[in-house]
């Protein structure tokens, strides 16, 4: 159980004079140094083995390591085995280890931005050991140490404190509230979070002084309880990791059900065991999509930089897409929705509610400042006031200076800055001579300043505090700038106003002053604010100023978009309900028009327990309510409430909702009876009390500015301009990329039908091979490289932020249906294209098609140098073998020729090429590139030699031109057809 | 719990006998993605080979388009033996005398009587050129006699054994033939020379060349394809070994030597050239 409600029997002089140095360093020998444990870090082999070893590459390795088996079997049973086998092994691992460097070293890249932003600063702390202060490092601090905290400090231990000067600290990391809270030695709470005598480790005291005994310290500490609990969570694998998981699955099923078919049907043609095996093993290499790690890594990679350009920092490759499939946003308010600075939004006087200007840079709407009432507002605000601004930022625009003082002051200090000008300039020509400053029982600030008439000799008497408290100090008003008796009327006036702002979540301050009779109070009158010898009563009542932390501008349109997106917001915050829901409001999470059961129980002005929960799409939860709820009733509420808010959440309550929103199955899937995925969570927060949702959550979005260590530690992915706009185009990117991906997959996959037909008739007919391993490398790993990359770059075919999140048990990357276009139609026609070719340079050389059937068994002997071709000339082997060569080059131009027409067919799924345009100007170069380096390869003298790829005559570039045209003209067909057919037979069979 | 759900899914996806879908489609949904597929399949089919057909027609029947690949012929011997290697032991008949039928059978259409049945006597040392006239094709040509007595000893008609049981076998060696080929200039007709690699040399000995010198007469060429000469008589040359060392392996080289014929490339070892190891035990 949490210490905290030590009670501090302990004699005066202890609290004096702190622990003895012995006992201190025993301590700290039993409890080890004051600092969090750091999560066990992966060691960096691990993580190279991991790209290694991960996901797509085990299919590659397999891959490697059937080819190396098959070349030990041919080598043991053949004198001369064809290296064909032993180079594809080498190729295929080469391709790996490359491939799994440049992600390692993409992500290390990753987490070295990830190190700068550790705060390497040593803390320090002020200690009271044997009766005399001390500051020492702050690991050294131990359980039992006495410690003095100032404003400005960070709370070195869980400090129970046991005595207080107007100490306050700032727990928004820890709880999310935006207020600092007051610490006093009283026990107010039960809960360890909400009882004002503990101060919390790493959390900031804003300002007083506070003296406390340390309780825990390190690990111990409510902080490190949090990072262990955060540690301790496994995080799942990543969408995109589950969707290449299926995909190597279907990859595998073709390859297993081609290989074991073929090997059958060698067997039957009478191959012997052996080279059955090898030709099963040859079937199910060629399969294996060689160049797709490569294309998917360097896609990822792309769109990571494309993100962090745009702010969004992804740590871990596989999350660039995560965001576009997520269906569920978890957000947390402070930093995230809100600016997290508190910023006057109201004021009310001349009895009119005023609306100040929030937004970041100033460019809302501002109110009327000509009236009387305002100077004299401004001027209550500006004097009755101790922050100031902190030393040398004039240059910096007012809002983004550092201010020295409460947060509530500092709203008021730029608010006065902003539009009456220097606030330094006011108090100097205002002098103050006495001051009470705020203490909890009489909620008030007071201050008497000289005026600025340099005859008047009167003071002026300038107060703010709690609204009901001035209100009673107050007879008269001051309305537009003429003082009234305070009646009834204006009271409920004030009443109802205080009300309004109050329900807005608001911090309501009432301003009031007086004009101290010169009489009474002549020039150098001697103000004891001791023992008051002054009135405070009878004040004249100028105004009323709310403030707020306001939302971020961007952000209501940033909400706007992930619900057009299908994307359901959640505000998880743990500040309170009324301020949450008003900054949900603000910010669109609760939209207008939409109530929650309370809204409407006090519409229909009926208890709450009649209101029917269905009516309410809204709701705001309050983290004790959550408590007690059953899992099915959380499901319920989850699935019933399109706009929810939870209010007061504690990390683990964090941690429950996540996982409620992560079983939730959207509507139109509970019919289906498989389903095994529930939605897709992102999680954005910044303090420590977030860091057990980021890592539960299946993308975890961590602020980069405002977030702390635990948080980022946590997180997948982190916004460096701390703005929840960049998590819209990380959606969007996303997305682009998922559908992008399929695209680059379906052109990829598409060429291995035509590198595995060959093969296959080479088997079956006995024809010369029309289409070597060597060629099929230059294919895959060469000219398909670029144009697969540059499907990467392609712009969205519709505004992918106006449709539904994908759901992932239905919306695959790869599906049957992309296996089916790619291998069965696609495929086949390249085949074709690619046969063509090959048959018309066997044909023009002498070998008409008629005889090259069972021709192999003499083509491939060395000893016959005399075969006959179609004309009865004869032909030497080598003369055939260059011929052949000279096929295997044809056939590989014909597939580069072939695929022109499939990248420009993959650039849509569903428009028209017309409609897309060819504006990718990255695909334009790579079909340059690929059409360049196929020349390349067939003219370049040497090649011959190096790869055994010969020049080919200009007419054989044009063979496979009508199939290219063929692929062409049929998926325009196709999907002309999908889209005159929606939903048709077509787009069921076809679209992928 | 978990793994019957699992296996039931998968017994589901084979048959699902409350959906009636076989392997995750309905009958009719197999038929029709059948039936889509054979009418693709057939139509793709139909597009081969019209292109097929198309390329077919761009052929000439006499001569194909590219004979780059064929500028110097390939040579070959017979027998050829086991990849190219000749070994026997004349004491032992089994052991040469499949070469001998091998010599029989390859050297049975030149029996002389067939040759003047069916060829010409040419006018020997020029091409026997018979153009065609522009479009009219001078078809059937005709071809020289090459008489199989022209390979004297080496011809099987008198040594039945083609020397083999002497130990001074004879080896035939032809030249490819290749379409249009005019293999001298000057009336210098080609000629065959062998001899041994060099650590060999010594272990060869005395050669015979039939006929005289080794020549390839120049009547016998151009060749003008099987369509239009089908009686063409490929010339032969033969070697005889006279005095081979025994028990070694000999390793032999042959090349053609031409003015018009370019040597061939260095990757190639039968352009223009045939090697081959022959070996008499005894």
Partial sequence: KYPYRVTCFLSHFYIFCGLTNAKAAEYLIRDGPNCLTPPPTTPEWVKFCRQLFGGFSILLWTGAIL?????????????????????????????????????????????????????????????????????????????????????????????????????KVDNSSLTGESEPQS????????????????????????????????????????????????????????PIAKEIEHFIHLITGVAVFLGITFFILAVFLGYSWLEAVIFLIGIIVANVPEGLLATVTVCLTLTAKRMAKKNCLVKNLEAVETLGSTSTICSDKTGTLTQNRMTVAHMWFDNQIHEADTTED?????????????????????????????????????????????????????????????????????KKVAEIPFNSTNKYQLSVHETEDPNDNRYLLVMKGAPERILDRCSTIIIQGKEQPMDEEMKESFQNAYMELGGLGERVLGFCHLLMPEDQYPKGFAFDCDDVNFTTENLCFVGLMSMIDPPRAAVPDAVGKCRSAGIKVIMVTGDHPITAKAIAKGVGIISEGNETVEDIASRLNIPVSQVNPRDAKACVIHGTDLKDLSQDQMDDILRNHTEIVFARTSPQQKLI?????????????????????????AVTGDGVNDSPALKKADIGVAMGISGSDVSKQAADMILLDDNFASIVTGVEEGRLIFDNLKKSIAYTLTS?????????????????????????????????????????????????????????????????????????????????????????????????????????????????????????????????????FTCHTAFFVSIVVVQWADVIICKTRRNSVF?????????????????????????????????????????????????????????????????????????????? | MAKDAEKSTWKDFIWNPRTREFCGRTASSWGLILLFYLVFYIFLAGMFCLTMYVMLQTLDDHKPTWQDRLGTPGMMIRPRGESMEIIYNPQMTESWDMYAKTLDNFLSPYNNSLQAEKNDECKPDQYFVQADSGDVKNNPKRSCQFNRTLLEVCSGLEDRTYGYVDGKPCIIIKLNRVIGMLPGTDGQAPFVTCGAKKEDSEKIGELAYYPKNGTFNLMYYPYYGKKAQVNYSQPLVAIKFLNITLNEDVNIECRIISNSIPPGSERDKFAGKVSFKLRINT
């Fill in chain 1, 657 to 681: 909702i996540v996982e409620g929103c992560q079983r939730l199955v959207s509507h139109t899937d509970t019919h289906t009876l498989t389903h095994t995925h529930g939605a897709i969570v």
């Fill in chain 1, 752 to 884: 291995n039908i035509p590198e595995i037909t060959p093969f296959l008739l080479f088997i079956i007919v006995n024809i010369p091979l029309p289409l070597g391993t060597i060629t099929i490398l230059c294919i895959d790993l060469g000219t398909d490289m670029v144009p697969a990359i540059s499907l990467a770059y392609e712009a969205a075919e519709s505004d992918i932020m106006k449709r539904q999140p994908r759901n992932p048990t239905r919306d695959k990357l790869v599906n049957e249906r992309l296996i089916s276009i790619a291998y069965g139609q696609i495929g086949m026609i390249q085949a074709l294209g690619g046969f063509f070719s090959y048959f018309v340079i066997l044909a023009e050389n002498g070998f008409l098609p008629s005889i090259l059937v069972g021709i192999r068994l003499n083509w491939d002997d060395r000893s016959c140098n005399d075969l006959e071709d179609s004309y009865g000339q004869q032909w030497t082997y080598e003369q055939r073998k260059i011929v052949e």
């Fill in chain 1, 915 to 992: 409609q897309q345009g060819m504006k990718n100007k990255i695909l334009i170069f790579g079909l340059f590139e690929e059409t360049a380096l196929a020349a390349f390869l067939s003219y370049t003298p040497g090649m011959d030699v190096a790869l055994r790829m010969f020049p080919l005559k200009p007419s054989w570039w044009f063979c496979a031109v009508p199939y290219s045209v063929l692929i062409f003209v049929y998926d325009e067909i196709r999907k002309l057809l999908i889209r005159r057919n929606p939903g048709g037979w077509v787009e069921r069979e076809t679209y992928y």
């Fill in chain 1, 362 to 430: 100033q460019s809302g709407a501002s109110f009327d400042k000509t009236s009387i009432t305002w100077g004299a507002l401004a001027r209550v605000a500006a004097l009755c006031n101790r922050a100031v601004f902190k030393a040398g930022q004039d240059q910096l625009p007012i809002l983004k200076r550092d201010t020295a003082g409460d947060a509530s002051e500092s709203a008021l200090l730029k608010c006065i800055e902003l539009s009456c000008g220097s606030v330094k300039q006011i108090r100097e020509k205002n």
């Fill in chain 1, 67 to 167: 080819c190396f088996l098959a070349y030990a079997i041919q080598a043991a049973t053949e004198d001369e085995p064809a290296g064909d086998n032993l180079y594809l092994g080498i190729v295929l691992s080469v391709v790996v280890i490359v491939t799994g460097c440049f992600s390692y070293f993409q992500e290390a890249k990753s987490s070295k931005i990830m190190e700068s932003f550790k705060n390497m600063v040593p803390q320090q702390a002020l200690v009271i050991r044997e009766g005399e202060k001390m500051t020492i490092n702050a690991e050294e601090v131990v359980a039992g140490d006495l410690v003095e905290v100032k404003g400005g400090d960070r709370i070195p231990a869980d400090l129970r404190v046991v005595s207080a000067h107007g100490c």
């Fill in chain 1, 183 to 238: 610490r006093s030695p009283d026990c107010t709470h039960d809960n360890p979070l909400e009882t004002r005598n503990v101060a919390f480790f790493s959390t900031n005291c804003v300002e007083g002084t506070a003296r406390g005994i340390v309780v825990c310290t390190g690990d111990r500490t409510v902080m490190g309880r949090i990072a262990t609990l955060t540690s301790g969570l496994e995080s799942g694998k990543t």
